[in-house]
């Protein structure tokens, strides 16, 4: 078997009729082979940054776009194929946009294995741990703190026994964080699963400091992304004031920057995203660092049901994968864009044991929305 092609679909929600918050773009990659077998893939990045470093021609040996060096290679040599795609593309990649295009065409190499060897993808990597894992949703709280009970209260009934939110206005005023978080506790009640999500927005050690101190009575399971991942030596000072768990790290890719932040900042859970940290291959590599440093691996993963797919998988086939992140994004190309997309429910979301990653694309919202 040897690839053929390799298409790069950039997705695009029009703002004026559809509107959307967090899922107004996305990348998809199909790879081609000489069979009937195509495999897809997906990066959560800056989609044509993601196209430019999969199609741009060879500029010299550490410069070459990813399609290139793959026409005509066997796709079910995945390591080998990924090493070669991290060398000849250092220059421009090793880390960033490089790698998040790397790992689009990672997860579509193990949808081409999976389909050509006739098993799940999990056991392709190693068995199953699991046939259902428990999912926290995450929201984008309303400015109003108040408007957030009714949100959270929402969730609840639908089967979450635990929440995240975080993005909008959170993070931009200690009052206004005090105020949300107060709202969505007194809603769900004091022993909910309850988490938060900074964005890096405290920006420094200090202001950090003091938000955890005044959050300490809300008994937070984890505050995520305080700051920026950049800053090892804040992360490890956070680490330890208060009861709430320190997340982080879904910006960073590769095993090389997952194991500076595991040893240096010392985070309670590392989360990187499948679609961005370097693709199933780069992941397993990762929970095995994050295992050697007694850190829990929670990954990110908030784009199209492709991703969810690949995250699914992924931690099915994963010893202590028995968390994941289910987006409550209105996108269309969460809520539709794979028609099959894995439900979640009653708390929970089944592992499918499907061949591939079993994704079924609506081509017709993929046509509606494609802008390449
Ligand atoms: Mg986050």
Request: aromatic letters at 10%.
């Amino acid at each position: 078997m040897k690839i053929t092609d390799i298409e790069v679909i950039v997705l695009r929600v029009p703002g004026i009729d559809d509107p959307c918050e967090w899922g107004e773009d996305a990348v998809i990659v199909k790879v081609y082979t000489d069979g009937d077998i195509v495999g897809i893939g997906e990066s959560d990045t800056s989609p044509m940054v993601a196209k430019a470093a999969i199609l741009a021609p060879e500029t010299n040996l550490y410069c070459s776009g990813l399609k290139r060096l793959l026409i005509g290679e066997n796709p079910l040599e995945i390591q080998r194929l990924w090493d070669k795609m991290y060398w000849s593309s250092n220059y421009m990649g090793r880390r960033g946009a490089g790698i998040h295009a790397i790992s689009a065409i990672d997860i579509a190499l193990w949808d081409i294995a999976s389909q050509y060897y006739q098993v799940p993808i999990y056991m392709l990597l190693g068995g199953k741990y699991r046939n259902r894992i428990k999912a926290y949703g995450t929201f984008i709280p309303a400015d109003k703190p108040e408007d957030n009970r009714e949100i959270a209260v929402k969730l609840k009934e639908q089967g979450y026994t635990s929440l995240k939110f975080g993005g909008g206005i959170l993070g931009d005023d200690p009052d206004v964080d005090i105020e949300i978080i107060r709202n969505v506790r007194e809603a769900v009640g004091d022993s909910f699963e309850l988490e938060i999500d900074i964005a890096t927005k405290w920006r420094t050690y200090g202001h950090a400091a003091s938000m955890f101190k005044s959050l300490e009575k809300y008994n937070l399971n984890w505050i995520e992304e305080p700051i920026l991942a950049d800053d090892e030596k804040g992360y490890a000072k956070l680490s330890g004031i208060t009861s709430a768990k320190i997340a982080g790290g879904e910006s960073l890719t590769t095993r090389f920057e997952f194991n500076s932040f595991l040893k240096n900042a010392q985070p309670d859970i590392v989360q990187p995203d499948i679609t961005r940290c370097g693709g199933i291959s780069e992941m397993r590599k990762i929970y095995d660092l994050a295992q050697m440093n007694g850190t829990r691996l929670i990954p990110h993963g908030f784009s199209t049901g492709i991703l969810l797919a690949a995250t699914v998988q992924f931690l099915a086939a994963t010893e202590h994968g028995d968390l994941m992140e289910y987006s409550q994004s209105q996108s269309p190309l969460f809520r539709d864009l794979v028609k099959n997309k894995i439900p979640f429910e009653d708390g929970y979301v089944n592992v499918p044991d499907c061949i591939g990653l079993g994704v079924e694309i609506d081509e017709e919202l993929l046509n509606k929305y494609r802008i390449d």
